[in-house]
């Protein structure tokens, strides 16, 4: 069982800089993916970034050079960190987690950028 809090999402003008986090209420070390996905209205959902349990990471094309995923294991939590955001970024984000038994979801937060 892995819940999943997430917060720092909010309101931010473009070309600004914004960290989600996703804090588990478990130890995050074993989790075979650590995922941030994305969902604007009337578009399908995005995955945007992904972490593996050995730190590999990747990204989508459209936030290469601009999103970086990372962690901090001693407080069982995962962030993402958004430079240089555009319009099309507003989205809501939601956190994954993959474990070998089943995949959890955080309850998602809204990104709104600014013209």
């Known amino acids: 069982q892995v819940q999943l809090v997430e917060s720092g999402g909010g309101l931010v003008q473009a070309g600004g800089s914004l960290r989600l986090s996703c804090a588990a209420s478990?130890?995050?070390?074993?989790?075979?993916?650590m995922r941030w996905y994305r969902q604007a209205p009337g578009k399908q959902r995005e995955l945007v970034a992904t972490?593996?349990?050995?730190?590999?990471?990747n990204y989508a094309d459209s936030v290469k050079g601009r999103f970086t995923i990372s962690r901090d294991n001693a407080k069982n939590t995962v962030y993402l960190q958004m430079n240089s955001l555009k319009p099309e970024d507003t989205a809501v984000y939601y956190c994954?987690?993959?474990?070998?038994?089943?995949?959890?979801w955080g309850q998602g937060t809204q990104v709104t950028v600014s013209s």
């Open positions: 994954n987690a993959n474990t070998v038994l089943q995949i959890y």
């Open positions: 478990r130890s995050i070390i074993s989790i075979n993916y």
């Open positions: 972490m593996t349990s050995g730190g590999s990471t």
